[in-house]
Nanobody
Framework: QVQLVESGGGLVQPGGSLTLSCATSQYTLDYYAVGWFRQAPGREREAISCISSTDDSTYYADSVKGRFTISRDNAKNMVYLQMNSLKPNDTAVYFC????WGPGSDWSVAREYDYWGQGTQVTVSS
């Protein structure tokens, strides 16, 4: 069982930046694609980014492309989501998820991911 822990959420003003981290201590993330999803109150969970397990290819939803950057540090078993130019509609709980040897045919499909973290709240407000 891979346990994922997100951190780095908080309150930020519009236009600000945050970096989220996804960590696991028990297993290496080397063999996993790691995706970031978010869910705002009353809305469906949205896939926003993924980094592949094999060649570090990256994928982004149109809503965050050009503002968010996903990266990984396998030596530290960490995956990061750098979020810039944050907007109020970025407010949500952000989750990381791991997909062994992923991503599959569609990185944005939540059921493709085997393990999930508990989430970290990001609030963008003045």
């Amino acid at each position: 069982q891979v346990q994922l822990v997100e951190s780095g959420g908080g309150l930020v003003q519009p236009g600000g930046s945050l970096t989220l981290s996804c960590a696991t201590s028990q297993y290496t993330l080397d063999y996993y694609a790691v995706g970031w999803f978010r869910q705002a109150p009353g809305r469906e969970r949205e896939a926003i980014s993924c980094i592949s397990s094999t060649d570090d290819s990256t994928y982004y939803a149109d809503s965050v492309k050009g503002r968010f950057t996903i990266s990984r540090d396998n030596a530290k078993n960490m995956v990061y989501l750098q979020m810039n130019s944050l907007k109020p509609n970025d407010t949500a709980v952000y989750f990381c998820a791991a997909d062994l040897w992923g991503p599959g045919s569609d990185w944005s499909v939540a059921r493709e991911y085997d393990y999930w973290g508990q989430g970290t709240q990001v609030t963008v407000s003045s």
